[in-house]
């Protein structure tokens, strides 16, 4: 069965750092791009940060540049998000999805992991 | 940016047809993903390149996307069909992808 599990979620104060973990299993995880979506609680999906297969390409929204840095290692098929200086609207539940598609057609998301959540309060 | 509209909610009755809708410039020229949450749960996949089901998505699931609007058409809805619903496109200008705000179908 293919899946995606996150860990590492927590409360954190501002300015604090923490670092997401997904295990994937069930596929073959270098094949594919990666990416973390989070959603505000009880609000909608906010894409985050993408990675490519090899791990050479990175990309992130506006709102987390500089502050988070999305990697990946192969050959232990994990994901990585180190968060650092950390907000308070960074609070959010946060999912490792996996993309498919094509560079002309764009991608989409075809599994998601169930999401680990992020509290940075103090 | 590029920016999806939907509707905040839909209710339909059972055995009905729902119909939600994704709003944007020139819509129709761009490719539309779909996404399904159910309470507590982490959205899924239901459609794909504005029409195509991934497997296990029921054919009452079906999608299409012209102008300025796509729209995810559900047919004889059941309770089960009840979560948020998510539109996504890809921007090729930021190469970033964006979704809507999200409808929230409410089976009646």
């Known amino acids: 069965e293919e899946q995606l599990v996150e860990s590492g979620g927590g409360l954190v104060q501002p300015g604090g750092s923490l670092r997401l973990s997904c295990a994937a299993s069930?596929?073959?995880?270098?094949?594919?791009?990666m990416q973390w979506v989070r959603q505000d609680p009880g609000k909608g999906l906010v894409w985050v940060s993408r990675?490519?297969?090899?791990?050479?390409?990175?990309s992130y929204a506006d709102s987390v540049k500089g502050r988070f840095t999305i990697s990946r290692d192969n050959a232990k098929n994990m994901l990585f998000l180190q968060m650092n200086n950390l907000r308070p609207e960074d609070t959010a539940v946060y999912y490792c999805v996996r993309g498919w598609g094509t560079i002309s057609l764009g991608w989409y998301f075809d599994l998601w992991g169930r999401g680990t959540l992020v509290t940075v309060s103090s | 940016s590029y920016e999806l509209t939907q509707a905040p909610s839909v209710s339909v009755a059972p055995g009905k047809t729902a119909s939600i809708t994704c709003g944007g410039d020139n819509i129709g020229s761009k490719s539309v993903h779909w996404y399904q949450q159910k309470s507590g749960q982490a959205p899924a996949l239901v459609m794909y390149?504005?029409?195509d089901r991934p497997s296990g998505i029921p054919e009452r699931f079906s999608g299409s996307n012209s102008g300025n609007t796509a729209t995810l058409t559900i047919s004889r809805v059941e309770a089960g069909d009840e979560a948020d619903y998510y539109c996504?496109?890809?921007?090729?200008?930021?190469?970033?992808?964006?979704f809507g705000g999200g409808t929230k179908l409410t089976v009646l």
């Open positions: 990675i490519n297969s090899e791990g050479s390409t990175t």
């Open positions: 069930g596929f073959m995880f270098s094949s594919y791009w």
């Open positions: 996504q496109m890809w921007e090729s200008s930021s190469d970033h992808p964006v």
């Open positions: 390149y504005d029409k």
